[in-house]
């Protein structure tokens, strides 16, 4: 078990993924937990999902609000109700310094104790996990984790124009990494993880099988962190990063 912040020191925690569903994938569980324990959550989504999507008949042109609604439907069955979407393109996300400023922008603004991100680095066991766009989310969002938001002189124009002076966050935990070293047991709140997936129905109502997909996952990482048989678990790497 990696040394972690009791929760009970943290007041607010920010998420930062690509897409929207990303986090109710890799973490709907336990930000369920944190909620219930009085944390406030935001989310910080960098695209808007717009290639998402499995329905043909469905107009393209519409999947951003489509998925926009899921997103936030799926943050308010865990308990969140705060999503901030930067609206970058789906599909074509890249670690830009215009996407570091930006994800620097929300955490000033936040000001989290601890911040949740994707893997920057490609899980080869898990390759689905290791889309393009949550790779550029992660190394953007480590950039603005370090040293872009604690830094006063770095993107100088959000002190100046906006007020929002440096924040450091205390630690990170990095979803769908590796190298895992801590875990959250969600069997008692899997339900409403599963809820938070299928409000995403533009991307899991074709999924007949998502609740066994998800068992199966899950169990394998509860196995995997040594807890019993029938256990459901989400695992992180967890970072010290103050």
């Known amino acids: 078990m990696a040394p972690v912040l009791d929760d009970s020191e943290v007041q ?8 929207p569903d990303d986090v109710d994938f890799g973490a709907a569980g336990t930000v369920n937990r944190w909620t219930g324990a009085g944390t406030e959550v935001v989310y910080c989504i960098c695209t808007d999902g717009d290639a998402g ?7 393209r042109a519409d ?10 439907a799926a943050a308010k069955v865990v308990g969140v109700h705060d999503v901030r979407f930067l609206g970058y393109p789906d599909g074509r996300l890249t670690a830009s310094f215009e996407l570091r400023r930006d994800i620097s922008r929300v955490i ?26 949550h790779l550029a989310a992660g190394t953007a969002a480590m950039a603005a984790v370090y040293p872009d938001a604690r830094n006063p002189f770095a993107h100088p124009e959000l002190l100046r124009d906006e007020g929002l002076a440096e924040w450091a966050a205390a630690e990170t935990w990095v979803m769908a990494h590796p190298d895992n070293n801590h875990h959250i047991d969600i069997t008692d709140v899997f339900d409403v993880k599963l809820a938070a997936l299928r409000a995403h129905e533009s991307q899991t109502a074709h999924m007949d099988d998502l609740e066994q997909r998800l ?14 048989e029938g256990r459901l678990a989400e695992r992180f790497f967890v970072v010290a990063t103050a």
């Open 53 to 59: 999507g499995f329905d043909p008949a469905v107009n």
């Open 215 to 228: 068992r199966e996952w899950y169990g394998a990482n509860a196995l995997a962190a040594g807890l019993p």
């Open 12 to 19: 607010r925690v920010l998420v930062v993924t690509a897409h």
């Open 108 to 133: 000033r603004q936040v000001r989290p104790q601890r911040i949740l991100i994707q893997s920057p680095e490609r899980n080869w066991l898990r390759v689905g996990a290791s889309h393009p766009d």
């Open 63 to 72: 999947i951003p609000e489509i998925r926009r609604k899921e997103q936030e």
